[in-house]
């Protein structure tokens, strides 16, 4: 009976704690990501220290693009072909990225979203961490980058 308690009210927390992801909240997703970190769906991570492209969203009315770009030294970023159309999905209390390219189309679900923050799951349960990310001004130049 104690073990019974003590799985319920960790399994309260835990659901307590899940952050919703609001129709306002979208507009966060906009501007440029950085991936930190994958955890596969039985706990094993792999993290990434650096990454030569970063996705850079671009959301209006819930639909829009995410492109592939690489950070310069001097603060700018040059953008690749690649990139998806991507429409944001309310469904219940989940929110969903549908992506659609010539090719393929699947979705992510938004598992949380802030500021600085953001971490999707696709359907074969993998989770990617982003963190947000911008201009990196090597040069010294003393030109702001924008």
Request: neutral net charge; proline residues 2%.
């Amino acid at each position: 009976m104690k073990n019974t308690f003590m799985i319920l009210v960790l399994s309260l927390l835990f659901v307590s704690c899940k952050q919703e992801v609001k129709p306002a909240d979208i507009n966060k997703l906009n501007g440029y990501w950085e991936i930190e970190k994958v955890v596969f769906e039985k706990g094993e991570e792999k993290e990434y220290k650096m990454n030569e492209t970063f996705d850079f969203f671009e959301i209006k009315n819930n639909k829009g693009v995410r492109t592939k770009v690489m950070p310069q030294f001097d603060g700018t970023f040059l953008t690749t072909d690649t990139f998806e159309n991507v429409a944001v999905r309310f469904a219940g209390e989940k929110v969903f990225l549908d992506y659609k390219t010539d090719y393929a189309k699947w979705s992510e679900e938004i598992v949380s979203l802030s500021d600085e923050k953001l971490v999707t799951k696709n359907q074969q349960k993998i989770e990617y961490h982003y963190k947000k990310a911008g201009p990196i001004n090597l040069l010294n130049d003393g030109e702001k980058t924008k």
